[in-house]
């Protein structure tokens, strides 16, 4: 007897959405795509995320490397159009992108995909609503993405429409005078980096030391790096209170140990993080209870805590707010959904970037975390003006540091300032995901002269740490 071909209901219509609706439809599913009410706008990486921050940071940052050694008078052609020229710019590039991943998304459609261009809710535990008619499905994915945090501050209501988040600032067309920047996650330290170099006067606020989850020496590597930029670093600092004034200036009251002047700026950018968005689905129809943050907890096999048929996949899952987990934790979603399976993904090396420049990478295990686990680390360093070719591309500044199992001679955990971070990364995570050991990193080729020789340089320390005897290197 042929077995019944399963519904499954997608809501969402960004990276995780689109790949578990392909994923179930390649596996035989009906597929039910509710795509949104700004469907075509729905991918955050594509619109206002990954592809439109790294294409305005493409020309700024390379305007800034050609001026690097004062040898080139760097000037735009039109200085009062730049940034405006740089969006436009940027527009252009991302309705490319847009525009090809609707015609992926239209090519699915058939018999046995719906596509549905408006957001949906739960109405009951295998039923959802959305513009007024009810659907029935066998299982359901949640990928809505997530929204942008703002933080309980003082007078924040009253100044809100004024304020910039990543949405706004990717639209800005004009360079004020003076930015301030409250959070120093990825988007906070990306942006204040660029407008410092676009001649803004940034100053850029946090509570906690830069990279506050990482080896100290990171954070402190990359505040000397920033002030050297230009940026005012307010670390350790809580803000009391925002206004604005008559000129429509922000004024900033901050608190923290000693006390400083009130902060003005003719800009804001609020840059305090992201979380998922769940408000609207009615979860509760569906048995589910988010927990009390109000998010989703889920399982590696992607099931959503106390249902065996819904599941989340990308940032509404709140596990790693990046878009490649996004979709493989939509493929694991998908497949699980349509089999009924309990396919999971085994991460070790959970490899984070911060595009600052130099870029900031680390894969692996975070110390406390390796020490918890009953590792015995050991670890070595290497700076970047060591490296022919990263001192060459004007990177005298950064620094790497792995850390290793003292007694198997394991990888454990590796980070990286420096640049070309974002790319370099992947060998150390690569070995950290197979568990190979630091010999077996000393005993791989390395090409002379290359950026990756700041991975050679660590590695082969550390080889001789845990007793072990690299290769010879270049050293020209």
């Not at 490319?96 to 609707?102: A, D, E, L, S, Y």
């Not at 609503?129 to 993405?145: H, M, N, P, W």
């Not at 769940?278 to 989703?296: F, M, R, Y």
């Not at 970037?353 to 918890?372: C, K, L, N, W």
Request: with cysteine; charged share 25%; hydrophobic share 40%.
């Amino acid at each position: 007897m042929k077995s019944k071909r399963k519904t499954i209901a997608v809501l969402g219509g960004g990276s995780a959405g689109f790949t578990a609706a392909r994923t179930a439809c390649k596996r035989g599913a009906n597929v039910l795509f509710f795509m949104g009410d700004n469907a075509d706008h729905a991918s955050l990486c594509i619109n206002a995320g990954c592809m439109p921050s790294k294409a305005l940071f493409e020309p700024i940052d390379a305007a800034h490397h050609a001026k690097q050694h004062g040898w080139f008078r760097v000037e735009p052609k039109q200085p009062n159009e730049l940034l405006a020229q740089i969006v436009r710019w940027k527009d252009v590039e991302i309705e490319k992108f847009r525009v090809h991943r609707q015609e992926e998304i239209r090519a699915l459609a058939g018999d046995c995909f719906k596509m549905i261009r408006a957001n949906a809710r739960f109405t009951g535990m295998h039923e959802v609503e959305s513009q007024g008619r009810r659907y029935e499905f066998d299982a359901a994915i949640v990928a809505t993405g997530s929204a942008t945090t703002f933080p309980e501050l003082t007078g924040l209501h009253a100044v809100r429409d004024a304020v910039w988040t990543s949405d706004e600032i990717l639209h800005n067309t004009e360079i004020p005078r003076s930015v301030a920047v409250i959070g120093a996650g990825p988007i906070g330290l990306e942006f204040s980096l660029r407008y410092a170099r676009l001649g803004c006067e940034v100053t850029l606020l946090t509570t906690r030391e830069l990279l506050p989850h990482y080896p100290a020496k990171f954070g402190e590597r990359m505040a000397v790096i920033y002030e050297q930029e230009g940026v005012r670093l307010l670390k350790g600092r809580l803000v009391a209170r925002l206004r604005r004034d008559e000129a429509g200036a922000f004024e900033i009251e901050t608190e923290g140990a000693g006390s400083l002047p009130l902060l003005r700026a003719e800009r804001l950018l609020l840059a305090t993080g992201r979380h998922p968005a769940v408000d609207q689905l009615n979860l509760s129809a569906a048995g589910i209870s988010p927990n009390e943050k109000g998010e989703l907890e889920v399982a590696e096999d992607m099931r959503v805590r106390g249902s065996e048929h819904i599941f989340a996949a990308g940032d509404v899952a709140g596990l790693r707010m990046v878009v490649h987990h996004a979709h493989i934790e939509a493929e694991i979603a998908a497949e699980n959904a349509c089999s009924e399976g309990d396919r999971r993904w085994t991460k070790r090396s959970n490899i984070q970037v911060v595009f600052s420049d130099p870029e900031f990478a680390f894969a692996g295990m975070r110390y406390p975390a390796a020490e918890s686990a009953g590792h015995r680390l050991v670890t070595a360093s290497a700076e970047s003006r060591d490296i022919g070719k990263l001192h060459l591309a004007g990177d005298d500044f950064g620094i790497g540091e792995f850390a290793a199992d003292a007694q198997s001679g394991k990888l454990i955990s590796a980070g990286l300032l420096c640049s070309d971070a974002s790319n370099l990364i992947h060998l150390p995570a690569y070995a950290i995901d197979h568990e190979h050991t630091v010999q077996q990193l000393g005993n791989a080729e390395y090409f002379h002269p290359t950026k990756i020789e700041i991975i050679s340089e660590i590695g082969d320390e550390l080889c001789r740490k845990v007793g072990g005897q690299p290769f010879a290197r270049a050293e020209e």
